[in-house]
């Protein structure tokens, strides 16, 4: 269904004939290609390093669990189903004829009470106490009248370094969509929607 930076996403089928997602992280990746670029050649620096398999099975994992910690917070995430060293198991969003498509591909009858429904995701994000770090209308999925979060392999603990400047960035994403589609919505009005009790 996808290539991606890191890892490429499959319509797959199991042995009862369900479909299901697989996303495999790719283990010869040039992730940091285009940093490798300014760096080889360069005397001060020898050698490149790669991601090594580790942790890339690590990435997977935390993938993973971060998808079970969500959907245990009421988030409306793939179902996890299984981790197995670069390749991750979900629940496939679509039908026979396609992938779910993303927010940004499609045109939204209703902004306004898809805006709801994405902030209540993400005061249940909040109720993981996790930051998703990159939100956008790229990761929500729009399928059988609901947004479904997807790509949380880098979502991080609140008490990450990062935790508050990333939680911020995913709110000005959101909000800037939002406001595109004449929601009446800013970052300011939308924290507090994610915060308030
Ligand atoms: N569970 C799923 N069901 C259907 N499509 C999916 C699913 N997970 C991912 N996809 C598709 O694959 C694309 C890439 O997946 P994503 O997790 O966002 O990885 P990347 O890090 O490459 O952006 C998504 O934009 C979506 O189109
Ligand atoms: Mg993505």
């Not at 990746?29 to 099975?57: C, H, M, Q, S």
């Not at 669990?65 to 969003?93: C, S």
């Not at 370094?161 to 800013?186: C, M, Q, S, Y």
Request: proline share 5%.
């Amino acid at each position: 269904m996808s290539t991606g930076k890191e890892a490429n996403v499959f319509h797959a089928t199991d042995a009862g004939g369900h479909a299901k997602a697989l996303k495999i992280y790719r283990i010869n990746t040039a992730t940091f290609r285009n940093i490798a670029l300014y760096i080889e050649g360069d005397p001060r620096f020898k050698r490149v390093k790669r991601a090594t398999k580790p942790t890339i099975f690590a990435w997977a994992q935390k993938e993973y669990k971060n998808l079970v910690r969500m959907e245990d917070a009421g988030v409306r995430v793939p179902t996890p189903e299984r981790v197995l060293d670069n390749v991750l198991v979900m629940e496939y969003v679509g039908d026979e004829t396609m992938p779910a498509p993303s927010l940004r591909e499609i045109a939204l009858e209703s902004p306004a009470a898809v805006y709801q429904d994405v902030v209540a995701n993400l005061r249940a994000i909040r109720k993981s106490r996790l930051v998703h770090a990159d939100m956008s209308e790229y990761n929500l999925l729009w399928w059988q009248d609901r947004v479904v979060v997807i790509d949380v392999g880098q979502a991080v603990p609140l008490d990450h370094p990062h935790a508050e400047e990333w939680f911020r960035r995913d709110v000005g994403n959101i909000a800037r969509f939002f406001k595109r589609l004449r929601v009446d919505v800013t970052p300011a009005s939308l924290e507090q929607a994610i915060l308030r009790d």
